[in-house]
């Protein structure tokens, strides 16, 4: 069984910064986990799950340009984490974060559960 399961979420003033986490365990983690790519997503209520940030397994990572330089995105492959760090946090960063996961030559999306972000003025 595969589970990815986040953590870190919260609330925090506009400005503040949050680092969120996520561990893979099951079919995803250990050899697999390393090649597998890794992102996070954002989805506030009545919207669509928007793509933030991904990285790929040889460390390669790209953001939306709405985060862009205030995100950063890291992978522990020895401990199955991946974590977003977030700072200068905007109310429009407020949202619901998942973290998704594909395995290598693999076309299905695995998600966790998602984690609650607010951010407040």
């Known amino acids: 069984q595969v589970q990815l399961v986040e953590s870190g979420g919260g609330s925090v003033p506009a400005g503040g910064s949050l680092r969120l986490s996520c561990e893979a365990s099951?079919?995803?983690?250990?050899?697999?986990?390393?090649?597998?790519?890794l992102a996070w997503y954002r989805q506030s209520p009545g919207s669509q799950r928007d793509w933030v940030a991904i990285?790929?397994?040889?460390?390669?990572?790209n953001f939306a340009d709405t985060v862009k330089g205030r995100f950063s995105i890291t992978r522990d492959n020895d401990r199955n984490t991946v974590s977003l760090q977030m700072n200068n946090l905007k109310l429009e960063d407020s949202a619901t974060y998942y973290c998704?996961?594909?395995?290598?030559?693999?076309?299905?999306?695995?998600w966790g559960q998602g984690t609650q972000v607010t951010v407040s003025s």
């Open positions: 998704n996961a594909r395995a290598w030559q693999s076309t299905d999306d695995l």
């Open positions: 990285i790929a397994p040889g460390g390669t990572t």
């Open positions: 099951g079919a995803i983690s250990g050899p697999a986990f390393r090649l597998a790519t």
